[in-house]
Nanobody, 117 residues
Framework: QVPLVESGGGLVQAGGSLRLSCATS????????MGWYRQAPGKQRELVAR???????NYADSVKGRFTISRDNAKNTVYLQMNSLKLEDTAVYYC???????????WGKGTLVTVSS
């Protein structure tokens, strides 16, 4: 089991910024592909951003240019910097890890981001 603990969610006004963090333990964090997903009320969970073990990133079209995913392998942590937040970014944000060597997948419990007008 890979414990994933998200933090950094909260209430922010439209146009503001938040930084989410997802920390884990273990000695092979550098082998994990890490991702952030979100689920808004009444909607399916969707990919927000992903960063591979090699540092390649990809983003949902809806967040390109506003969100940045990064990782610090020394701290076993992945970040999601969210700028220019919009009302439609309101959701529970989940951290995801996929172990590159065996494709096992793990999820965090989520952190709520609420964007107000």
């Amino acid at each position: 089991q890979v414990p994933l603990v998200e933090s950094g969610g909260g209430l922010v006004q439209a146009g503001g910024s938040l930084r989410l963090s997802c920390a884990t333990s273990g000695s092979i964090f550098s082998l994990y592909h890490m991702g952030w997903y979100r689920q808004a009320p009444g909607k399916q969970r969707e990919l927000v951003a992903r960063i591979t073990s090699g540092g390649v990133t990809n983003y949902a079209d809806s967040v390109k240019g506003r969100f940045t995913i990064s990782r610090d392998n020394a701290k076993n942590t992945v970040y999601l910097q969210m700028n220019s937040l919009k009302l439609e970014d309101t959701a529970v944000y989940y951290c995801n890890a996929v172990v590159s060597i065996n494709a096992k997948e793990f999820w965090g419990k989520g952190t709520l981001v609420t964007v107000s007008s």
